[in-house]
């Protein structure tokens, strides 16, 4: 699942930051700004001016402007806005440094009806904080049901099927300290080739609900520091129903780390049985302990297996 993001999207969520001033091309608000690999392979999402391959969002500075009006004749620059406001692959273009926008270039913006905004800070600053924004807003994303968790600082989500325990679980490790980010559905996205990051929807921040106690505003009942926004995947516990004869099939010393894939990312997994009498609470603070000493190249069945090996040579 990708995100629709519209040009006007950008301008009301950027221009604070960016300073920017929609100048002209308003009837081009719709225009979408897709991933840069969706149809234009190799295509930047953004960049400075480029004929060759444009980007999505164009950045015109003060040396592609300087080269548009001072080095090339008044053909050869009708030509080059046509090109740059008449291209089907870009959806924005933006003139950084608070430079002055002449008619000709205003022009071919509202002719071809391409947003053109104005910013007032520098183009290397619009371009990194831009593309820092399009990449988490044009994230490829996913949501799952579930309970995501933040546990001893590691993202931690809850999974199993539906009247398991997730959210009476959760409220447990909420009394013990730890922090809520998202219950009954988390949204993951892809910020980088090993890097997920879940979130709660808006309709859903702050809120659990548990069976027999309905729902629950966590940040009014706990306190602020008992939710947060966001956070990195790092485990996933699958709870499981610990149903008779479940016995025979547990792998005792869990001598194979699970994965569970992810849009493409291999997040580790741990099963826990819920059973009358376990502790799930303990169990998954254990099972992140666990998960952090692997991370610093620690395995307790290594240590033990190697202590046997030197237990059964002959001395």
Known sequence: MSTILTAEDVYEA?????????VGGRAGASRLLELATARFPGMALVGHLNFVHPNRVQVIGANEKAYLYDHITSAARKEALAEIFGSPSSAIVIVANDETIPDDMLEAANTAAMPLFRSSLPSPRVIHDLQFYLARALAEREVLH???????????????????GKSELALELLSRGHRLIADDACEFFRLGPDALQGR?????????????????????????TAVRREKTLHLIVRLKDYAPGAQAGIDRLQAE??????????????????????????????????????RRGINALEDFMRRQSLAMKPS
């Open 257 to 294: 780390q699970k994965t569970r894939s992810i849009l493409g990312i291999e997040v580790a997994e741990v099963a826990l049985f819920v059973a009358p009498g376990r502790n799930l609470a303990v169990l998954v603070e254990v099972a992140t302990r666990g998960h952090i000493l692997r």
């Open 200 to 224: 709660c929807p808006d309709m859903l921040c702050d809120f659990l609900e548990v069976r027999g106690l309905g729902i629950l505003n966590i940040r009014a009942m706990f306190g602020e």
């Open 146 to 164: 579930g309970v995501f968790m933040e546990v001893m600082g590691l993202g931690v989500f809850l999974t199993g099927e539906s009247g398991i």
């Open 14 to 22: 950027q221009h604070e930051t960016l300073k920017l001033a929609w």
